[in-house]
């Protein structure tokens, strides 16, 4: 269970509500498109330019064809997401850029401090994601198009809230000594 914000191109004839609910981008197998794949990658090398630590994930290419039932060619071009993460041990933050959107997720099991600094971590990168990719931001759980200047507090806030039922709901077990 995680708190997701999708990111997105404007599209022409929609609102930005509108393209942000619609149809999650198709893996399908598709030839890249070079401007797309450079603009993952300056996205990517943008995020990892403020926090170095975060790593692409290594597909396993052959494996994903064998399970797939496709070729190992077509899962390169089904697959070529950029998918980013912290070594472990993880603060949970997950950023994935495809070719038209983008997502940035986090688990809810931070409370407190430690909610507020993930979410400033997130934010910059949203704010790297908008300026380098030209997306925009929308926040599924309060159901909005986020305005990164004046929207912190309300994605953090339902973040707190859920977060904290969560733990009461299922409390990590203590060990027995």
């Known amino acids: 269970m995680s708190y997701d914000f999708r990111l997105c191109l404007p599209q022409t004839g929609r609102s930005p509500e509108e393209t942000a609910i619609g149809d999650v981008e198709d893996l399908g197998i598709t030839d ?5 794949e450079e603009r993952k990658r300056r996205v990517a090398a943008a995020l990892r330019a403020r926090n170095p630590t975060l790593e692409p994930f290594a597909f396993g290419f052959e494996e994903i064809a064998r399970f797939e039932k496709i070729t190992v060619e077509e899962a390169k071009k089904k697959h070529r997401h950029i998918e980013l993460n912290n070594p472990e041990p993880s603060n949970g933050i ?3 850029l495809f ?7 986090v688990p809810y099991c931070h409370q407190g401090t430690a909610a507020r600094q993930i979410f400033e971590e997130i934010w910059s990168y949203l704010e790297i994601i908008e300026r380098e990719a030209g997306f925009f931001t929308y926040d599924p759980q309060i159901v909005r198009v986020l305005c990164l200047e004046n929207d912190f507090e309300a994605s953090l806030g339902y973040y707190e809230r859920v977060s904290r039922d969560v733990a009461e709901r299922f409390p990590v077990q203590q060990k027995k000594h």
């Open 94 to 96: 997950q950023i994935m």
């Open 99 to 105: 070719d038209d959107e983008a997502s940035v997720t």
């Open 32 to 36: 890249p498109v070079p401007e797309k």
